[in-house]
């Protein structure tokens, strides 16, 4: 593994001593062995580095924004030519399958195209005016630095999201990683410096920086007044833990947190096409996404028929090496993901679920890694432990009779991110996608619950009023707005019948 890894980081650009001397160790959840070790960014590092950010955004703000957009989108070129290789370290550090760690930097490349296009089209709004001779105007500005924080299911399309908006709206962006995923980081900060050099700047590499720490540094970037935006994505924990300490300076927040996302399977659904993409939803990733389905609520007309074809699919689910060829399925980020799994699984039972699957696999082959077959966890109702989110593969199967009932167990859980209906019926389906429906940021018909796209806005976690990222006009959550008026006449009314006399 280690002259595969160091092979990697070469091609990447990544100096040896950013990953060989340090505090913070990066194993690969495939086999448990050690990758590298990097430096870790304390607060007082974290402080600094919003400093080189702060200088950096006040040239950078002056910089027209196509010409912003260039450099994102040499950013997208270097991406394009070190996918395989990205993908690959994506893989390793956080096991990925192939196909999902070179599928996370395509999203990266498509963010960089889609920014480029923004770049001109920041556009305001013109007002009409109540005052004669006066028209009104509104201008976008951006906001300075933008702080990103991201978990380790998703190492790099996450920062890009961020940073490709970020950057064409004319801000410095400040990036803390998750400390399991460090090398992901800083090989991207390399492919970002190569961009800044073709640019004709190589200083501006300053516009993005990784502070690999722990806790203690994120604390340190939503505590900074400098930080304009806190862009936070993973567990409800941790939003719960960074939104306060920036509202305590009335400073910004963007949080996409947990998911327990849902799919409701109505009794004119396409049953193949339905197990499909509910097998690729709550399997792919090892269910480490944000948008893994968890909950799956069938009509009771087909709920057994539906069960047998789910039962069929997970047990042909390969799980292994996810770089080896026919593998679906990859490891569990560590063992503490593992024991988490087991307690909620303990937890099923004691409520009165039914277990199929779940248990640990390939110990003898990998004793230092955490694969795991994945969980069909058939429920009498939506407990307590249905209700909260767990990121592991366990999906949990619930009967219903009605549309409204299936409405009612979707919506009654705090997350809101993602979720879908498997009907032909265009009665229900339109009912699902109107106010009385689903209650998530995403909602979609026939599609499972993963797998957004670029150009729609990514978000809606309704438990804490999240943001949107990526799509749409999730650019604004990155600039602030002004409103101008301008008085093209020779008068100045104050009120009316009130003039001055000079």
Same mark, same amino acid.
């Given at each position: 593994?280690?002259? *595969?890894?160091?092979?990697?980081?070469?091609?990447?650009?990544?100096?040896?001593?950013?990953?060989?001397?340090?505090?913070?160790?990066?194993?690969?959840?495939?086999?448990?062995?050690?990758?590298?070790?990097?430096?870790? %960014?304390?607060?007082?590092?974290?402080?600094?580095?919003?400093?080189?950010?702060?200088? $950096?955004?006040?040239?950078?703000? @002056?910089?027209?924004?196509?010409?912003?957009? !260039?450099?994102?989108?040499?950013?997208?070129?270097?991406?394009?030519?070190?996918?395989?290789?990205?993908?690959?370290?994506?893989?390793?550090?956080?096991?990925?399958?192939?196909?999902?760690?070179?599928?996370?930097?395509?999203?990266?490349?498509?963010?960089?195209?889609?920014?480029?296009?923004?770049?001109?089209?920041?556009?305001?709004?013109?007002?009409?005016?109540?005052?004669?001779?006066?028209?009104?105007?509104?201008?976008?500005?951006?906001?300075?630095?933008?702080?990103?924080?991201?978990?380790?299911?998703? &190492?790099?399309?996450?920062?890009?999201?961020?940073?490709?908006?970020?950057?064409?709206?004319?801000?410095?962006?400040?990036?803390? &990683?998750?400390?399991?995923?460090?090398?992901?980081?800083?090989?991207?900060? %390399?492919?970002?410096?190569? $961009?800044?050099?073709?640019?004709?700047?190589?200083?501006?590499?300053?516009?993005?920086?990784?502070?690999?720490?722990?806790?203690?540094?994120?604390?340190?970037?939503?505590?900074?007044?400098?930080?304009?935006?806190?862009?936070?994505? +993973?567990?409800?924990?941790?939003?719960?833990?960074?939104?306060?300490?920036?509202?305590?300076?009335?400073?910004?927040?963007?949080?996409?947190?947990?998911?327990?996302?849902?799919?409701?399977?109505?009794?004119?659904?396409?049953?193949?096409?339905?197990?499909?993409?509910?097998?690729?939803?709550?399997?792919?990733?090892?269910?480490?996404?944000?948008?893994?389905?968890?909950? #799956?609520?069938?009509?009771?007309?087909?709920? @057994?028929?539906?069960?047998?074809?789910?039962?069929?699919?997970?047990?042909?689910?390969?799980?292994?090496?996810?770089?080896?060829?026919?593998?679906?399925?990859?490891?569990?980020?560590?063992?503490?993901?593992?024991?988490?799994?087991?307690?909620?699984?303990?937890?099923?039972?004691?409520?009165?679920?039914?277990?199929?699957?779940?248990?640990?696999?390939?110990?003898?082959?990998?004793?230092?890694?955490?694969?795991?077959?994945?969980?069909?966890?058939?429920?009498?109702?939506?407990?307590?432990?249905?209700?909260?989110?767990?990121?592991?593969?366990? #999906?949990?199967? #619930?009967?219903?009779? @009605?549309?409204?009932?299936?409405?009612?167990?979707?919506?009654?859980?705090?997350?809101?991110?993602?979720?879908?209906?498997?009907?032909?019926?265009? *009665? !229900?389906?339109?009912?699902? #996608?109107?106010?009385?429906?689903?209650?998530?940021?995403?909602?979609?018909?026939?599609?499972?619950?993963? +797998?957004? !796209?670029?150009?729609?806005?990514?978000?809606?976690?309704?438990?804490?009023?999240?943001?949107?990222?990526?799509?749409?006009?999730?650019?604004?959550?990155?600039?602030?707005?002004?409103?101008?008026?301008?008085?093209?006449?020779?008068?100045?009314?104050?009120?009316?019948?009130?003039?001055?006399?000079?």
């Amino acid at each position: 593994m280690h002259t *595969r890894i160091d092979a990697l980081m070469a091609a990447l650009g990544v100096p040896q001593q950013a990953w060989h001397d340090g505090e913070i160790t990066s194993c690969s959840p495939i086999d448990g062995r050690p990758l590298g070790r990097v430096r870790r %960014a304390d607060a007082e590092a974290v402080r600094q580095a919003v400093g080189r950010a702060q200088a $950096a955004f006040l040239r950078w703000r @002056d910089v027209p924004a196509p010409r912003r957009g !260039e450099l994102v989108r040499l950013l997208g070129e270097e991406l394009r030519r070190h996918k395989r290789e990205l993908g690959r370290l994506v893989s390793l550090e956080v096991g990925k399958i192939a196909a999902e760690g070179e599928g996370e930097v395509q999203e990266m490349i498509d963010i960089c195209d889609f920014a480029v296009g923004l770049s001109r089209q920041l556009h305001g709004l013109t007002i009409a005016s109540e005052r004669p001779g006066h028209r009104m105007m509104e201008t976008w500005h951006p906001l300075g630095v933008v702080g990103v924080i991201t978990a380790f299911n998703f &190492p790099v399309a996450v920062w890009s999201w961020n940073a490709a908006l970020a950057l064409v709206c004319g801000n410095a962006v400040l990036w803390k &990683p998750s400390e399991k995923a460090p090398l992901c980081a800083l090989a991207v900060q %390399a492919l970002f410096e190569r $961009a800044c050099r073709a640019w004709g700047d190589a200083a501006l590499a300053a516009l993005s920086q990784p502070v690999i720490g722990l806790a203690d540094a994120g604390e340190a970037l939503a505590d900074d007044a400098r930080v304009a935006l806190v862009s936070a994505t +993973g567990s409800t924990r941790m939003g719960r833990a960074v939104a306060p300490r920036v509202a305590q300076r009335f400073g910004r927040c963007l949080l996409e947190l947990g998911g327990n996302n849902a799919i409701v399977v109505a009794p004119s659904a396409d049953l193949e096409l339905a197990t499909r993409a509910i097998v690729f939803a709550a399997v792919g990733t090892a269910g480490q996404r944000c948008t893994t389905a968890r909950r #799956l609520i069938v009509h009771a007309s087909v709920y @057994d028929e539906l069960l047998r074809r789910l039962q069929r699919a997970y047990a042909g689910v390969r799980i292994g090496h996810p770089l080896e060829p026919g593998v679906l399925m990859g490891p569990l980020i560590d063992q503490a993901a593992y024991e988490a799994m087991q307690r909620a699984l303990d937890q099923a039972r004691a409520e009165g679920g039914t277990v199929h699957g779940g248990e640990r696999v390939l110990a003898g082959q990998y004793p230092a890694a955490w694969y795991v077959r994945p969980a069909l966890v058939e429920m009498p109702a939506q407990t307590e432990v249905v209700r909260r989110e767990t990121f592991a593969p366990i #999906l949990y199967v #619930l009967r219903y009779g @009605d549309l409204d009932q299936a409405l009612a167990l979707h919506n009654e859980v705090p997350q809101g991110l993602s979720s879908a209906i498997f009907t032909n019926d265009l *009665r !229900e389906a339109d009912l699902f #996608l109107s106010a009385r429906g689903s209650d998530c940021g995403i909602a979609n018909v026939n599609i499972g619950t993963s +797998g957004a !796209e670029i150009g729609g806005a990514f978000g809606g976690e309704k438990e804490t009023g999240g943001g949107r990222e990526s799509g749409s006009d999730a650019w604004k959550q990155y600039m602030r707005r002004a409103t101008n008026t301008i008085n093209y006449s020779r008068d100045l009314p104050l009120a009316q019948g009130i003039r001055f006399d000079l």
